[in-house]
């Protein structure tokens, strides 16, 4: 579990990839519960399919209001986040991406993030909706993994294995923010 500290969460990768991701496409204009479930599906992808494979929605905020409501109960969309094509199905409940051929319940994926990052979750939360609001969102979708790159926990040098954990710092994100930052 994440340990807080003023601006230093010792966490893995997986949990930070999940929260970017999920705070990039609620700023692209999905829902929360849409986003958590597309966090947790791109983080959870070994791999990328190809960008220009038929059927690859790039999220644009004008579009995309009319895209989701264009969408039949059932019907499938691959959503381009982060540079992985996240598959999603429209439920009762909305958009939701899939996972392993099941939606993902959105629950699932705020039990998840406060489990890997525990008090500093608010904490983290925020610095990345504070980076992402610094971005006007088609920049953002465009360039949003080259930022997690950029802020992604350091693993330890000699340290193997998925799931090693570093030292997210939030000061780092709060520096990416381009200066002086604009109202969105």
Known sequence: ?????????????????????????????????????????????????????????????KELEEKRKALA?????????????????????????????????????ERYLEAKFGEALGAAERAMRELAAAFDPDDLAAHGFALYEQFRPEVPPGTKGWGARGVLDLAKLGALAPRPLRAR
Do not use: Q
């Open 73 to 109: 109960a059932g019907e499938a969309l691959t959503v381009s986040l982060l540079g992985r094509a996240v598959p999603c199905v429209r439920t009762p409940e909305g958009l939701r991406a899939v996972s392993k051929g099941k939606p993902v319940a959105p629950a699932s994926v």
């Open 1 to 61: 579990m994440a340990k807080p500290a003023a601006d230093r969460i010792l966490v893995n990768r997986a949990p930070v990839l999940t929260l970017w991701a999920a705070v990039v496409a609620a700023r692209l204009g999905f829902d929360r519960d849409e986003a958590l479930t597309m966090g947790r599906v791109v983080a959870g992808l070994n791999a990328y399919a190809k960008g220009k494979a038929l059927g690859i929605f790039h999220p644009r905020p």
